[in-house]
């Protein structure tokens, strides 16, 4: 190994050019800062190269099959296909990542960060060394940001994951559809597997350790199981995973249910597996970076580590696994190292999932309001009074709005059916701005459109719904 002399000085350092990473590096770059950002593989991390792009793009596949469906009803000729050709689906989802990756890299450029691929790891509290191949360089920092994510483990068991057994993003880059899919989850994740695949013709089980979803609010689960077991989706609750055994041909897993004793046999068997931190080769000990049992970075609001040069972003950290909020958490240390007072605030971050109709939440259940101390009202708007709704055949689903009851502050944001995903953006800035019921009920809303769904819900909450019975 050629180990270099010297410290090479920096400005500042990102390690990692996931979501987080690249925007730290581009917004303190757009505030004057030098930025150098260290990549050890794929610059646009994960969720580009391997989970959120790679996933929405099958939900897509999904979604575009739904609508080929329903074009009968408007008189349109759809020639349904007898398969779906996967290798194709394959190639678009290559050229999705390519494309956006291709733009990470051009973004970077035009900024004028240098990129270093390479494994970084702390030497001190003000340098790093990164190692590539038989090279070796040495960096000395004014900030760094922490940016290198998480991977996916199944507990007690390690890793594990073979061709049939699957763990995380694993799920796709399968070379071919299974015949049958087992999946043991109930997170957003877990949900758009099963969405995707049963639409690509996988015959999918869904096993939740649960009694019920726990993903999103009461009314949206229960509203989710009814399009499973609509779907023909078999569906198990109260499971415990009590033997995997794998053999050249399929995959046997016993299972306990509320029913009693199952089993199940198939192609493939998937877990989403939980989160675990990025850092095995970091030695964030050397910089004195204070992590939490998990392994995971405590952060403060401005994204700052207990060493406040160095700042973590994304999952590395304790926060919620979200590329959402990887996004802003870089933004925030990219502003901080530039100067500015930046801060990011965990209440209103968007969770979605591409589903059979889309889900989409924001802000406090009505469990978890009433768990904080609030008196709340509740207000729930069937998709089946919305007239857009008839028009685009899109009846199923519902929007469920909470509010603390004396003040008429809004709380909680919560829908599954159609244009959940894209209208669940104006809900968040109403959290946000701390808005009250009139503040999201005054203003005009286009018709005919699935907003009066939302306005619908609004107006529940004081009883002024129109086509509320």
Known sequence: MVVGDFAEEKDVIVIGGGPGGYHAAIRAAQLGREVTLIESKDVGGACLNESCVPSKVYTEAASQLKAMKKAPQYGLDAVLPERVDFSQLQEKKHQVVNGSAKGVHDLLKNYQIEVVEGSASFLSSTQLGVEKNDAFEKFKFENAVIATGSSRYWPGEGKMSTNRQLCGSEIYQLHEIPGELLIVGSDYISLEVAHAFHALGTNVTLCIEEKNPLAFDTAVNKELLRLLKKEKIKVHTEVTIQHVNETDTSIVVDFQSKKGAEQWEGACFYRPGMPRPRTDTLHLEAAGIEVDEQGFIPINQAVQTNQSHIFAV????????????????????????????????????????????????????????????????????????????????????????????????????????????????????????????????YPYYPHPSFNEAWMEAVEGLEEKAIHLR
Not at 413 to 418: A, L, M, N
């Open 314 to 441: 994304g999952d590395v950290t304790s926060s919620p696994k979200l590329a959402a909020i990887a996004l802003k958490q870089g933004k925030v240390a990219g502003e901080v190292i530039g100067g500015m007072k930046s801060e990011w605030d965990p209440f209103a971050y968007p969770v979605i999932s591409r589903t059979f109709q889309p889900v989409a939440s924001a802000g406090l259940t009505k469990e978890e309001a009433l768990q904080e101390g609030y008196a709340v009202k509740e207000s729930t708007f069937p998709m089946t009074g919305n007239g857009y709704a008839a028009i685009a055949g899109e009846k199923e689903g519902l929007v469920k709005v909470v509010s603390e009851a004396e003040t008429g502050v809004l709380l909680g944001f919560h829908s599954i059916g159609p244009g959940a995903v894209e209208m669940i953006s104006a809900a968040v800035q109403v959290l946000e701005m701390g808005g009250r019921v009139e503040d999201a009920a």
